[in-house]
């Protein structure tokens, strides 16, 4: 009984698993050690043997060490027991002690328990020197990391003293914003400069199907502190009046074809002007649900449109065939689109020419026309 390290059965649970045992036999085999010890599995033995069985499905784990073994006795009697917050406390304190160099976390996640709980128990342990009070755990990927945050503090000063913190502070801060935004400035004007350079020429050829992000230029309240988050970090962007110059000349005209088109909320009469300037006319749209908000001046976004235009006889779905219109996946980083809206639209519009605009990363069974389709 080396490592019967939870509290026996109670008279109800053992006669369950009696029955159980007498009806079906051993459904989980005894584990045990590879010097003989059970490691899981002492009550199903002591049934067998008050039954007369001498034999029962057996599993031997090689090469663990005694703490290992008892970890694992502990993990494989946890999940199917009832335990009171007293035997949960008494499994903790037994886990800490074998392993305290693993994190409260991942000790929590081993035996089903709250880290919080774990951690408290820990704080006690290491109070009374029953375990190390250590400076790095290991986390459940096998990382180590600091075993405690480290706490923040700043004094209030009195009151006599605010005003003038108030405006070294208001200094600092603008000081500060100075500084990001010149190197804003800098990063926006080499992104440009590389995306002018290597901008593609025009089509050789018309398509029935477009895709299209356009790279939107947005209006902020503060030149200086609103575009930290802006489009200009991460590629070129255009104003309203270039994209539908740009995009008359390219895919305008009367041939037939649809026409999918990202837009925001705030950039919505944009996107349609765009698509009335090349032929287009509004059909449809689709939604697609970010999971987590945003920002924005009227309400906090958390979807962005996907505009459907369509110009001349171009088919419409078949009936049965249409997505739902809202899709709801998680966003990714800044202005990346779910592969699902492409992939809808190749299950729509399979084995026909199609051609994504401003495209960034090409994909396989479209061309591509964009800044960064040659990188």
Same mark, same amino acid.
């Given at each position: 009984?080396?490592?019967?390290?939870?509290?026996?059965?109670s008279t109800e649970d053992y006669a369950a698993l009696?029955?159980?045992?007498?009806e079906h036999g051993v459904l989980v085999p005894i584990?045990?050690?590879?010097?003989?010890?059970?490691?899981?599995?002492?009550?199903?033995?002591?049934?067998?043997?008050?039954?007369?069985?001498?034999?029962?499905?057996?599993?031997?784990?090689?090469?663990?060490?005694?703490?290992?073994?008892?970890?694992?006795?502990?993990?494989?009697?946890?999940?199917?027991?009832?335990?009171?917050?007293?035997?949960?406390?008494?499994?903790?304190?037994?886990?800490?002690r074998d392993t305290p160099s693993i994190s409260s976390?991942?000790?929590?996640?081993?035996?089903?328990?709250?880290?919080?709980?774990?951690?408290?128990?820990?704080?006690?342990?290491?109070?009374?020197?029953?375990?190390?009070?250590?400076?790095?755990?290991?986390?459940?990927?096998?990382?180590?990391?600091?075993?405690?945050?480290?706490?923040?503090?700043?004094?209030?000063?009195?009151?006599?003293?605010?005003?003038?913190?108030?405006?070294?502070?208001?200094?600092?801060?603008?000081?500060?914003?100075?500084?990001?935004?010149?190197?804003?400035?800098?990063?926006?004007?080499?992104?440009?400069?590389?995306?002018?350079?290597?901008?593609?020429?025009?089509?050789?050829?018309?398509?029935?199907?477009?895709?299209?992000?356009?790279?939107?230029?947005?209006?902020?309240?503060?030149?200086?502190?609103?575009?930290?988050?802006?489009? *200009?970090?991460?590629?070129?962007?255009?104003?309203?009046? @270039?994209?539908?110059? /740009? =995009?008359?000349?390219?895919?305008? $005209? !009367? +041939?037939?074809?649809?026409?999918?088109?990202?837009?925001?909320?705030?950039?919505?009469?944009?996107?349609?002007?765009?698509?009335?300037?090349?032929?287009?006319?509004?059909?449809?749209?689709?939604?697609?649900?970010? *999971?987590?908000?945003?920002?924005?001046?009227?309400?906090? @976004?958390?979807?962005? /449109? =996907?505009?459907?235009?369509?110009? $001349? !006889? +171009?088919?419409?779905?078949?009936?049965?065939?249409?997505?739902?219109?809202?899709?709801?996946?998680?966003?990714?980083?800044?202005?990346?689109?779910?592969?699902?809206?492409?992939?809808?639209?190749?299950?729509?519009?399979?084995?026909?020419?199609?051609?994504?605009?401003?495209?960034?990363?090409?994909?396989?069974?479209?061309?591509?026309?964009?800044?960064?389709?040659?990188?």
């Open positions: 009984m080396k490592y019967q390290l939870l509290p026996p059965l009696e029955a159980s045992i007498v584990e045990y050690d590879d010097a003989g010890n059970i490691l899981d599995g002492h009550h199903r033995v002591q049934i067998c043997e008050s039954l007369g069985l001498v034999d029962w499905p057996r599993l031997v784990r090689k090469g663990l060490s005694d703490p290992e073994k008892r970890t694992i006795a502990r993990e494989l009697n946890v999940s199917r027991r009832h335990l009171t917050s007293a035997q949960k406390r008494d499994l903790i304190e037994g886990q800490l976390r991942a000790i929590a996640a081993m035996l089903g328990v709250d880290d919080k709980t774990v951690a408290t128990v820990r704080r006690r342990l290491e109070s009374t020197a029953e375990i190390p009070q250590l400076e790095e755990v290991e986390g459940r990927d096998g990382k180590s990391r600091p075993a405690r945050k480290p706490i923040k503090t700043a004094f209030l000063p009195d009151a006599g003293n605010r005003r003038e913190l108030m405006k070294v502070a208001k200094d600092l801060r603008a000081q500060d914003q100075q500084a990001k935004h010149s190197v804003r400035l800098a990063h926006m004007a080499m992104i440009a400069e590389k995306g002018a350079a290597t901008a593609p020429g025009k089509l050789d050829r018309a398509y029935p199907v477009y895709y299209a992000d356009p790279p939107w230029k947005f209006g902020v309240r503060s030149e200086v502190t609103g575009r930290e988050k802006s489009a *200009e970090n991460h590629y070129p962007t255009m104003t309203t009046d @270039d994209i539908v110059a /740009l =995009l008359t000349d390219l895919i305008g $005209g !009367d +041939i037939p074809a649809v026409f999918f088109c990202w837009a925001t909320n705030p950039m919505l009469p944009d996107a349609l002007r765009v698509m009335e300037a090349c032929g287009f006319t509004y059909v449809h749209h689709w939604i697609w649900d970010k *999971e987590v908000a945003g920002s924005g001046y009227w309400g906090r @976004d958390r979807h962005e /449109l =996907l505009l459907i235009g369509r110009r $001349g !006889d +171009i088919a419409a779905p078949l009936p049965g065939s249409q997505p739902e219109t809202v899709h709801r996946e998680r966003k990714g980083k800044h202005s990346a689109k779910p592969d699902f809206f492409a992939e809808t639209i190749e299950r729509l519009y399979p084995d026909i020419p199609r051609l994504e605009l401003f495209c960034r990363t090409p994909r396989p069974g479209w061309d591509a026309w964009g800044f960064e389709v040659a990188e």
